[in-house]
T-cell receptor, first 114, second 114 residues
């Protein structure tokens, strides 16, 4: 059974700092890994999707890396801003009986202090 | 605008009173899924559908029903809600089923069962 772990559960940083969020998973047989952002009372917004054949993806100030062999992914946020405050979730996707089975981590709650 | 629409956003009900949470997507996606999110447990899959009239159980299907009569709609039915079904519910969809696709989420339904 796939297990996805995100450490730390919460993180508080001053504005402008670069930071790294971590995600680890137990089964390396994945299709892809996605990073999501969740704001309070709102749904999840996909930030980056890394296919299993890729090593990293970038979007603006965000960079996500994937190391399948070690079962790890990192989300790097450059020059953090108060608007980045949210909960960040990673999710891994794998095949299961012919369909996409997605397993989520429990998230890292990020607070960026002005 | 491409989106997944859930209704209602908030729902308070009493034990045993049947309810339906609707989900609709306008992206012609094949794959749709329901999740519940509980503190400390993350998102857990309730049911999923690979296409019209094709549905199957996720990790926590007890007490729930679904149907997929049209490609765009995937309602979640609680025939006899109980307090342990108090949770935040999300509907999600993706284009494909077999290769690992980006997930799009609705805004969520906060359900309270008294």
């Amino acid at each position: 059974k796939q297990e996805v772990t995100q450490i730390p559960a919460a993180l508080s940083v001053p504005e402008g700092e670069n930071l790294v969020l971590n995600c680890s998973f137990t089964d390396s047989a994945i299709y892809n890994l996605q990073w999501f952002r969740q704001d309070p009372g709102k749904g999840l917004t996909s930030l980056l999707l890394i296919q299993s054949s890729q090593r990293e993806q970038t979007s603006g100030r965000l960079n996500a890396s994937l190391d399948k062999s070690s079962g790890r992914s990192t989300l790097y946020i450059a020059a953090s801003q108060p608007g980045d405050s949210a909960t960040y979730l990673c999710a891994v996707s794998r095949g299961s009986g012919g369909y996409q089975k997605v397993t989520f981590g429990t998230g890292t709650k990020l607070q960026v202090i002005p | 605008e491409a989106q997944v629409t859930q209704n209602p956003r908030y729902l308070i009900t009493v034990t045993g009173k049947k309810l339906t949470v609707t989900c609709s997507q306008n992206m012609n996606h094949e794959y749709m899924s329901w999740y519940r999110q509980d503190p400390g447990l993350g998102l857990r899959q309730i049911y999923y559908s690979m296409n019209v009239e094709v549905t199957d159980k996720g990790d926590v299907p007890e007490g729930y029903k679904v149907s997929r009569k049209e490609k765009r709609n995937f309602p979640l039915i609680l025939e006899s809600p109980s307090p342990n079904q108090t949770s935040l519910y999300f509907c999600a969809s993706s284009l494909g089923t077999y290769t690992g696709e980006k997930l799009f989420f609705g805004s969520g339904t906060q359900l309270s069962v008294l």
